[in-house]
């Protein structure tokens, strides 16, 4: 029956919904700028890149400013990419003959007062464009982290700084340890100091963002037509080496032997050839499927479309199974994954997530990065022995991982030595309280040379951090713990932190800790109620920490710390 | 006053497979016929023609990324509208519940009362939440079958007219509340 609401209702939508024509027109028009399909790379060549690091052939150019980087610079030689001569700045901009300078080349802005906010030189900078709406930062940006003080409606601009220039305002942080220096500061590969301005003066600074995937315009949101400026995705090339061989002496803490290289997502682990596994799971029968399926549907609102992908089976035995779905039919290049289980009810929906890639060096370890222990003397050529710090990715209630570590997996080539160790995760539930990570001995078989030294557990490997010289929280003190201090930030913020702004940590005293004179939720409180807007509305994402004298709040999900 | 491509049966088979291959003309001729629906719909769903722009291009460069991943190409129309209501709903929960929406162009004489009760209806309509508007949208606006309703809103087919039914009292409920005003 149709009420009289009903009949106004459906009025009501049409008349509202009665779109302009020249608006539709202008839709269909920006068919011909949608961006070239990327269809990612194939599982053929993921499947090798994993391989290779298996063999120890993988080999990444992974110097800051070198390769990879140059090779992002200009993805289309005749797009207004092209750097600009130092000292000249603009230069295109004044020749009569030549048409004017359009974004991201950063003589289109030279006279916006917005860039000067952004601090260097025009040679300092990149590309630089502007954003109809900050909050499409993802958009432009899709492997940035969160950054909530962006999910704002105003317009913005964007500078990327060059991969030899860092951020020019300087970064903060405390001051070094009397007696030494902060070691210089560097970008991973495919990072890029970053400058935001919303609005026409609200000055935001990201170091180190990853700026995979870049796009300088976004269809639909620009006037100009888009510069396909796709910034590629690190990927391994083959080199030719021996295959890959255990560590003849195992570090002292070794606990396991048989080496089988597997890939995980941080839960269950699955065999490297998973990624190539074929796809169609997402219509197969039997329980295992339906679980997928329920999973997917369960968690559409989070991952929408994924459904609509192809999905593989990576693992499965009687106890659970694990799904894997490439995100790039619908997103930037990546994985992401669903862990079903059964139990005495039959097979559940456990998780769904973006799965981050780490590498293994059996079933039984879970996965463990690696940074260079700074209480001892960087390695040098002639180093057969390697000072690290196992540090533990599953959550560990605090507890080192002495006596749970794998021997270390080791491969040599003439470039790289990548070192791969995981880590026997602990029983029942875990509470995420960062650890510093357990000190190791890793001894190779032959001197490390002039070779870059790699962490095996990224996909592909990267770089060995190296910490700050600063002193880490220890979480687990018990005085601490006593009292209800002590819990430290992930990993992953802390090495952000020592990294980008030179923030470390170090326990408290007790009597410290009983000089502390706020309370959690009275410094919670405040804060929440602090501007930006965004953090008080979503404090129910935020997880709150003391660290030290300091609270600390930081998102649940990966979040773009940020300075200004 | 469905798609035209639907009812002429225009094979979209072959255009599905040359949009998969990169064919930009191809994939324009699949969408085209969709956008007016697309985009009104939008704009009832997040109340603001900006956004709702941006709702189908969203979606736009969604399918086009993901139409090689179509299984059945002959189902593209609901297929590309489920970009459309996932990226308008993405939105529409972005913005939140909206208080003021554009007023009106000045109603000629004799139309007031007509466009305060358009207005008073827009108004109790943008209180509901995002997934009350997409789901009237999709059942009031767009007329889409319960199961395809169903299928967007990742819902059982057997609640749709349910839901459909609270959504209206909520709606009437709003409506009352702005002719109190």
Known sequence: MTDDLERRLRTWMHADGDVPPAAVSQLAASVSALPARDRGPSPALALAAVLALIVALGVVALRPGGGLLGGVASPDPGAALGPQPPGTPGSTATASATPPPKPPDPAAFRDDPRLSLCGGTMSAVEFVFEMRHAADYRRYLPAMLLAPELDVAQPALVAVYRADTLQPLGVGGAAPPAGTTWPPRSLAPGHRDLCVVVGAEELNIYSDVDITGMRTTVPGTETEPPAPSSIPTPTATKASAPIATLSSVPAPTATSGAADPRLTCGGRSFPVTALDAPTGAEHAVGPEYDALRATLARDESEFPLFSEVPWQLASRDADGAIFLARRDPIGPPGWVSVEVVADANGWQPLTMQECELFMVPSAQFGPATLVLDDAFPAPTPDSTELRILVLERRCSSGSPATGRMSDPLIGYTAESVTVTIGVRPLAGDQDCIGFPGTPALVRLTEPLGDRSLLDGAHVPPAPLATPSPTARISPSAPALASIGLGHAPPTTVQTWLERNIRMGFRPLSEPEARMVRVSLDEAKRVALSLPPEGYGTSGARFVWTKVGCAFLGYYKEPLMPRLG | ?181
């Open chain 2, 1 to 181: 006053m469905e798609v035209a491509i639907e009812s002429l049966r225009v094979p979209l088979t072959p255009l599905v497979r040359r949009a998969a291959t990169g064919d930009r003309d191809a994939f324009r001729t699949l969408v085209e016929p969709q956008l007016e629906r697309a985009l009104g719909a939008a704009v009832i769903m997040v109340r603001s023609h900006a956004d709702a722009e941006d709702a189908v291009q969203d979606a736009l460069l969604s399918a086009w990324q993901g139409i090689g991943s179509l299984r059945d190409p002959e189902a593209f129309p609901a297929w590309f509208r489920r970009h459309v209501v996932r990226a308008a709903l993405h939105t529409a929960e972005r913005r939140g519940q909206v208080g003021e929406l554009d007023v009106d162009a000045p109603a000629a004489a004799g139309e007031l009362d007509r466009a305060l009760e358009r207005r008073s209806l827009a108004r109790a309509f943008a209180a509901l939440d995002a997934r009350d508007r997409v789901l009237l949208t999709l059942h009031h606006y767009w007329e889409l079958p319960i199961a395809e309703t169903a299928t967007h809103l990742g819902i059982p087919a057997g609640t749709v007219k349910s839901r459909v039914h609270y959504a209206m009292e909520r709606l009437r409920a709003a409506s009352d509340a702005e002719e109190r005003r």
